[in-house]
């Protein structure tokens, strides 16, 4: 349920409906926006007199929501969130706030991290990722650099002054990730549930990717988890789910972007290089997906994709993401949603 407060409301009569919605063991979260204060009520309301509460004078309109998900629904947060990256360098993503996020698919070396980060930098990239921990189908593939891929990634930070994301896989990885910038979440942990619910707990960003046979819904609920916890500052990644197709890794759904922002308020960005496993479909894909009005783009960079330990096909080189950057830039002032600001 979502109760709309008047612009000039009694600070009074709201502590007494606070008081009377918590002694029906109600949560409550307040969202403030240009001219109206939210109160979203998390819990079970169907013993709240709507009536009631509709005749209160600082009460402008009450809603029922149906959707299990509070906290990311749009109708109790109808601001755009923008979740910050960096402060000090000024770097978020959502509310008009747009990011290219690049790197290799797998840490190998130092000097190969630390060669991508300064190149994809130079290119227009402010967040840069790598993978430490790899999840991978085969017990036998490359399954990444773990501990000591954090502290490459760390020391490709220090070189470049990027944030980076990583990905985590357990729990018990959770005190390696305490300088990492923004944790990821992958497809295959999307609805690993205990461990949303311990990075609920957590202030970092969360990038929470789609799992690959996961609905909208499904993406939101988990999402929720994390949210429960506290934890508001979730970016949501479609990277594409299973089909029937084989010619591509998946299908990228670009109508989850406009679906997903008419859904919640979360920022949501895409990863064209999961979505297809071919680096020449990158290109058309993050125009698409930009065009669209993606929050952000997550990218495979490799400097030797021939000879990468992990997703070769899929990566760009240097040059090949240098060409895409500038392309979205050109075309970022005029995707949806970005014109009519």
């Not at 295959?188 to 960003?205: A, I, T, V, W, Y």
Request: charge should be negative; include cysteine.
């Amino acid at each position: 349920m979502v109760v709309i407060l008047k612009e000039q409301y009694n600070q009074a009569q709201l502590d007494n409906l606070v008081d009377w919605l918590k002694s029906m063991e109600i949560e409550i979260h307040f969202s403030e926006g240009m001219k109206h204060t939210i109160l979203g009520l998390v819990g079970d309301t169907s013993s709240v007199d709507i009536d009631l509460i509709k005749a209160l004078d600082i009460v402008e309109e009450v809603k029922r929501i149906q959707e299990p998900y509070k906290n990311a629904n749009r109708k109790f947060h109808p601001a755009d969130t923008e979740v910050v990256i960096d402060s000090a360098q000024g770097i978020s993503i959502g509310n008009g706030s747009f990011q290219l996020i690049a790197g290799p698919c797998s840490v190998e070396s130092e000097e190969q991290i630390c060669a991508v980060a300064e190149s994809v930098k130079k290119s227009g990239a402010t967040i840069l990722r790598g993978g430490a921990f790899k999840p991978r189908t085969s017990p036998y593939a490359f399954q990444g650099l773990r501990g000591d891929g954090i502290r490459l990634l760390l020391e490709a930070k220090k070189l470049t002054g990027m944030p980076i994301v990583s990905e985590i896989m357990d729990i018990s990885q959770l005190s390696l990730f305490a300088d990492v910038d923004v944790i990821q979440v992958g497809a295959r942990n999307m609805q690993n549930f205990e461990l949303l619910k311990e990075l609920g707990h957590s202030r970092k960003p969360i990038l929470l990717k789609r799992g690959l046979a996961n609905t909208l819904q499904e993406l939101l609920m988990s999402a929720e988890y994390i949210m429960a916890g506290g934890n508001d500052n979730v970016i949501l990644c479609e990277r594409g789910i299973r089909t029937f197709e084989t010619y591509t890794r998946n299908t990228l759904d670009i109508s989850a972007i406009p679906a997903l922002k008419a859904m919640t308020h979360l920022p949501v960005i895409i990863d064209p290089s999961h979505a297809t496993g071919i680096s020449r479909m990158v290109m058309p894909m993050s125009l698409a997906a930009t065009a669209a009005g993606a929050d952000g783009l997550i990218i495979e960079v490799h400097n030797d994709p021939a000879h990468a330990l992990c997703d070769g096909p899929q990566s760009l080189t240097p040059e090949g993401f240098a060409e895409v950057a500038d392309a979205v830039r050109n075309i970022l002032p005029y995707s949806h949603g970005r014109m009519a600001k």
